[in-house]
């Protein structure tokens, strides 16, 4: 197994969301929050890097609600091992905030850039570039929503704009990669990435429709984007493994360097 850098650690725990088109960003000193306006649902929008006083903890949680209330946004607070106070999971309890219950740990896996993925044999996989055309983009939306069992708004000329803007957006940013997996002409999965040469790549979102799980579709998925991380020229590959993610990340030889818990807050939605 190919060993990994201290840098590639270092950037895999302590990379922070910059402000990007569609993406603003509040930083301040006890938090950072992440709001995504045409990505509505709490993870892509979300407030972590917690830095305060036990005492602060109350009024932190007040403040960043409400960024998000002006939006009418749910939104993800994101713990890391640094977290300051380290009880401020219990604050949140406090205030009605309960723990992700579609996976309230991640692990923080790395992967250097000289390991290698191999894409297995896959009658009927064709890999598009999602970014390339509004339906493409839809199919590959479609297939995570599905994959995640995660809820988006209801089909509408509004939800459907919604999409192009992010759509365009992601091409805006320029390190931005989304790609699908078709099989046999059926959307089957999609997975993201960031691009940050030369620290790193990150993965983003990989996820398969239940009907295609146990082909490998997942592997294939990580073995292109390690293809384009590498032509990138970037150190390493870095991902947050969830439940069903991690088991299948380490077998393909990525290594766990730390991990995030996730607290979903829908009190801002109304």
Not at 113 to 118: H, L, P, Q, R
Request: charged share 20%; proline share 7%.
């Amino acid at each position: 197994m190919a060993a990994v850098s201290q840098a590639l650690i270092d950037f895999a725990n302590h990379h922070r969301q910059q402000a990007a088109p569609g993406i603003e960003v509040v930083v301040t000193p006890r938090y950072q929050a992440s709001i995504q306006p045409d990505f509505p649902i709490a993870g892509p929008n979300s407030v972590g890097w917690i830095r305060c006083s036990a005492t602060d903890a109350g009024e932190v949680i007040r403040e960043a609600r409400a960024i998000f209330a002006s939006h009418h946004l749910a939104f993800m607070w994101t713990v890391d091992p640094e977290a300051e106070p380290p009880d401020f999971a219990d604050h949140l309890a406090k205030h009605g905030v309960q723990p992700d219950p579609h996976g309230a740990e991640a692990r923080v896996m790395v992967m250097s850039i000289d390991a290698t993925v191999e894409s297995p044999p896959i009658k009927g996989l064709e890999i598009r570039d999602a970014l390339a055309d509004l339906d493409t983009f839809r199919l590959a939306d479609g297939a995570a929503v599905e994959a995640f069992e995660a809820d988006m708004p209801v089909e509408s000329p509004g939800s459907i704009a919604m999409q192009e803007r992010r759509r365009l957006n992601f091409r805006a940013q320029g390190n931005r990669y989304l790609l699908l997996a078709m099989v046999d002409g059926e959307p089957a999965g999609a997975a993201g990435m960031g691009l940050y040469p030369p620290a790193a790549a990150i993965l983003q979102g990989g996820a398969v429709r239940p009907k295609f799980r146990g082909r490998g579709i997942y592997r294939a998925l990580v073995a292109a984007r390690q293809e384009i991380a590498r032509r990138a020229g970037v150190d390493g590959l870095t991902v947050w493994g969830g439940d069903m993610s991690a088991p299948i990340l380490a077998g393909l030889g990525f290594e766990k360097v730390g991990w995030r818990r996730f607290y979903v807050d829908n009190s801002t939605a109304r």
